[in-house]
């Protein structure tokens, strides 16, 4: 292997790099961290979803960009590890926190990669109705040239990196990364690490798809295997089978009050997640907004 095209620098586990830079728009100092997953593998934190990189001797892979103003930054920070620019480009799902470099990446001639669903959303712009928000469509040079439906597989650095496809779990469109040497997943939105996590409903997401893909996951998953989440801190199998949990027993808890016949109002009245709230609710979902989920989810 060409470790040479690695820079060794003195860095062990967190925040080697934090990069600012001058002026991009209305972000003054957009900044981002990285942290070593494997030798191969790292995994660079700051606003946004978690990016995942992935470098060695052929070619250097990319899992997300995070926003537009979080582009350069990345792409220093990738120099810091590897000589090798970002040849390809993998996004997990279409939402902008995890896309929203696309263009930027595009025009350096980076080649993107994502699920069909992905590459269909980018193209016309749509709404996140959880938000109330909607986005623009994604100039071609942003989108993904190269789609898949079900899985697609890349063999490089002496690695197997497979991406995999679930329905209906985040969004309509997601796909986990796995690097079956290095042991390593990237789960994307997924996993919401230590927080109740935001499932888009109205994109084609469940939170029935997302049990069922975090079930596939530990399947692969044994002791030693690292995964990176969408959102929140490199974690372990352990942390997964906690989420599954939570989102297995909230989930069964809500299904059994509408089967009884409450109403919305209702359910959220008993706060049917009290008990895993100290744990949970600590992110951007809060409680409500979690059973009102769970609620929504069983309608479609
Ligand atoms: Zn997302």
Known sequence: MKWGLVKRYAMTLVAA??????????????????????DSIYMITGRGGNVGLFFGEDTTILIDDKFAPLAKPIIASVAEITDSPVEYLLNTHFHGDHTGGNEHFGKTGAIIVAHDNVRKTLSTGGEIKAFNSTFEATADVGLPSITFNDRMVFHVNNETVSLQHYPSAHTDGDGVI????????????????GVYPFVDIGNGGSVQGVISAVEKMLEKADGKTKIIPGHGP???RADLEAYLDMLKTTLKRVADMKAQGLSRQEVLAKAPTADYDKTWNKGGIKANVWVSTLYSTLDE
């Open 178 to 193: 796995y690097f079956e040497k290095e042991n390593v997943i990237h789960a994307g939105d997924i996993f919401f690490n």
């Open 17 to 38: 790099t934090t990069l600012s830079a001058q002026s991009y728009g209305e972000e003054k100092k957009p900044k981002v961290s990285t942290e070593k997953v494997t």
């Open 234 to 236: 490199l974690s372990n």
